[in-house]
């Protein structure tokens, strides 16, 4: 299922004095079956965007189209919206906002029970999830509450991942995480991506837009600024977009420069380049 | 002289699950240090006991010669501004710009005065343009923006953030780290502690302190620390980029100085081709 926008834009606190227009006429697809990054400044529109995905956020105007549903400005018309919350599904930002049943697992279940799933039966998918995320049983009746952020980062991920949902949606799943809970997200990621699943990633680490994404989105201001490979970003004048270009990649430029005969788009990761150097030397 | 030294600490939330096992360490005044280790490991408690927002168990946090306890508290939490890992968790005020006068405001800080550091505060975190808006209704970056703000703007002897900018751009985490560096260098007395799972940001520390499921298991140089490859496959960590790229050399054969920079990594590289 690619996602496909079309004028979209939205408006917060509308005919207040803290008006603000945070999506900005914006049309674009997002391609089904790929990993997609979206990063940009602080405040450029990419939570908000996210949230129009499954109708969390109804559009000021223009459409969001997946599939055969077409959320609109008007809420009413949004009938079949429950049917692609089941497909769409969105780790947020905080998430704080994702947590709110008296233990871990019951959290996680609750998606899962909502969509028909016997107790039992969610509670056994839900435990999976957790396994996944790096949380081992000790965890399970804990209150989400009164869990250190990266624990509670990881059971906001379970509860979507126990999901299974179509397209997933991460609002910078790697905030708070630490190095190795990094890695267990992002490879589970590309896991997922392989298993067909159209993958966004809301984040400002540049590695991960290097590394693990196929598409990545720019925004400025409300706007798109920038669409197209991860290479063919970090190889253009990036100064007006707040971004930055991964340390790898910007070695790489240096020793073009320096003409030692490298592919850059091919490296993706350290040990790309040292591959290439390997089979040079 | 000694900021802050903490002696023997222990503390749990319930009986059975003790989080801090017993740590001890000193940090000077002036000092910069990175406090690192994996999720749950008890660093964000460790910060709150420091400010005396969890009572500890055992032990003792001595902050500039002074035993931390209940009737000191207060003017030793004046001393220091902390950032807090969710942001949420620390606004006050309706406004941006009420949120960043609360402490000065009790503090007994002259309006004018006020008026002017919160605007001040406002600008160098980049919110200037944001005083009226509500803190809750502003972006995950916005908000740590404004979080920092509260804590500059108190100007504290002591600086504690908890992943204060997990959340902020490239740029804008730059801006407040060259932010920080700069108030150091015009402060040399102001003591940083900063928790971050930021391998690069902690590298520019002057010391890491690696906690281990509630314990202290290596206080030393970010270059002591990246240079020994055994702790670092001891304690599984992940390593700066330049030095991932040196290890990485070196298994095929590279041979470099001690602590080489990237050019020096470059230089080799190209003259050997
Ligand atoms: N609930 C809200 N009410 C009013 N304005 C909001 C709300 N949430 C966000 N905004 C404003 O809308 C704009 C876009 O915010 P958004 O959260 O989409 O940014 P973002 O790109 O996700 O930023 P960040 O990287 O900091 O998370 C910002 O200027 C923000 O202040
Ligand atoms: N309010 C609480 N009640 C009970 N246990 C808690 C509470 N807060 C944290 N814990 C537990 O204490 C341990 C240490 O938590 P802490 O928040 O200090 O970790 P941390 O090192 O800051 O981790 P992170 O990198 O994820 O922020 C964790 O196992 C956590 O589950
Ligand atoms: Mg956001
Ligand atoms: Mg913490």
């Known amino acids: ?125 839900a435990h999976n999830a957790l396994t996944v995320v790096g949380l081992d049983e000790s965890f399970y009746k804990r209150s989400p509450f009164e869990l250190s952020g990266g624990e509670k980062r990881r059971v906001a991920i379970a509860g979507i991942i126990a999901l299974n949902p179509e397209i997933l949606i991460l609002d910078e799943p790697t905030a708070g995480l630490d190095p190795e809970g990094s890695k267990i997200i992002l490879n589970l990621i590309s896991k997922l991506n392989e ?87 | 002289m000694k900021c802050i030294e903490v002696k023997d600490l222990t503390y749990s939330y319930d009986e059975n699950t003790p989080v801090l096992k017993g740590i001890s360490f000193d940090i000077d005044v002036g000092e910069y240090v990175s406090i690192v280790g994996h999720n749950g490991c008890g660093k964000s408690t460790l910060c709150k006991l420091l400010i005396g927002l969890l009572e500890k168990n055992s032990g003792s946090i001595v902050i500039k010669g002074q035993e931390l306890n209940q009737e000191n508290l207060t003017s030793i939490r004046n001393k220091i501004a902390t950032v807090f890992q969710n942001p949420d968790n620390q606004f006050i005020g309706a406004t941006v710009e009420d949120d960043i006068a609360f402490s000065l405001e009790n503090m007994n800080t002259p309006l004018n005065e006020m008026t002017q550091k919160v605007k001040e505060a406002a600008s160098k975190v980049g919110m200037i343009d944001y005083l009226t808006k509500e803190p809750s209704y502003l972006s995950g970056g916005q908000k740590q923006r404004v979080a920092i703000a509260d804590a500059l703007v108190r100007e504290p002897e002591i ?115």
């Open chain 1, 1 to 125: 299922m690619a996602i496909k926008i079309n004028n979209l834009s939205f408006v917060y606190m509308k005919k207040t004095p803290n008006e603000t227009k945070a999506i900005d006429d914006i049309s674009l697809e997002i391609p089904e079956g790929k990993v997609t990054a979206i990063i940009g400044h602080t405040g450029s529109g990419k939570s908000t965007l996210i949230q129009t995905f499954n109708g969390l956020l109804t559009p000021s105007s223009g459409t969001v189209e997946i599939d055969d549903f077409v959320i609109t400005n008007n809420p009413k018309k949004n009938k079949k919206i429950k049917e692609l919350r089941k497909k769409v599904s969105i780790v947020f930002q905080f998430p704080e906002y994702q947590l709110f049943e008296e233990t871990v697992e019951k959290d996680v279940a609750f998606g899962l029970k909502n969509y028909g799933y016997k107790e039992e039966d969610a509670i056994k998918e």
């Open chain 2, 159 to 273: 600086l504690i953030l908890d992943e204060a900018t997990s959340m902020l751009d490239p740029s804008g985490k730059k801006e407040i780290l060259d932010l920080i560096s700069q108030m150091r260098k015009e402060n040399p007395s102001l003591t940083v502690i900063s928790i971050t799972h930021d391998i690069e940001e902690s590298y520019n520390s002057d010391r890491i302190i690696l906690l281990d499921e509630g314990n202290l298991v290596l206080s030393c140089s970010p270059s002591e620390l990246f240079d020994n490859r055994e702790l670092i496959k001891k304690y599984n960590l992940t390593v700066p980029f330049v030095v991932e790229l040196k290890y990485k050399l070196e298994e095929i054969g590279y041979k470099f100085d001690q602590n080489p920079s990237l050019e020096e990594i470059g230089e080799k590289l190209w003259q050997s081709k």
């Open chain 1, 195 to 281: 298993e067909g699943k159209t993958i966004i990633i809301v984040t400002h680490d540049m590695n991960i837009v290097l590394n693990n994404s196929d598409h990545v989105i720019v925004m400025n201001n409300g706007k798109i600024a920038f669409e197209g490979t991860p290479n063919k970003l970090f190889a253009s004048d990036v100064s007006n977009y707040s971004i930055d270009i991964p340390r790898l990649f910007e070695f790489c430029l240096l020793l073009k420069e320096h003409n030692v005969n490298i592919d850059i788009d091919k490296i993706k990761n350290v040990d790309d380049l040292i591959n290439q150097l390997k089979e040079r030397k």
